[in-house]
């Protein structure tokens, strides 16, 4: 029985997060909360969130902010976050701004208000694709 609860905590804490922190700051609105919807991670321990405003924030394995990007204006929300075997970080999202910034988009024209859109960026935050 200790062997098995040696195992549960070895392998827990191999899965675990190494650090806890806040997304936001003391220099954002105060009446505007950061809400995040979804995390993901790479094969290099890097974490990635998004959210409210379509933001992306990525985080180096000790917790220390790499990037942070707004994909758009207010009125969009990153539901959804990968990341591909090559680095490539995708965020899928819905919008209801009417200038949704698009980057080599298959579709130009917003269907409907609160349209789904997919972002494609490079690892470095750089957005290679987006599109309604």
Excluded: E, H
């Amino acid at each position: 029985m200790r062997l098995l609860i040696s195992l549960v905590i070895l392998i827990s804490t191999a899965y675990c997060a190494d650090f806890t922190t806040y997304i936001g700051g003391a220099n954002q609105n105060p009446y505007v909360t950061v809400a995040v919807a979804a995390l993901a991670t790479d094969s290099a321990r890097n974490t990635y969130v998004t959210g409210n405003s379509a933001f992306v924030t990525k985080l180096d394995p000790t917790g220390n902010i790499v990037f942070t990007a707004s994909i758009s204006p207010s009125g969009s929300y990153g539901n959804a976050i990968a990341v591909d075997p090559a680095g490539n970080v995708w965020l899928g999202g819905q919008t209801v701004a009417t200038n949704f910034p698009l980057v080599n988009a298959l579709q130009s024209s917003s269907v409907y208000s609160g349209t789904g859109f997919l972002v494609k960026m490079a690892p470095d935050g750089t957005v290679l694709y987006s599109s309604y």
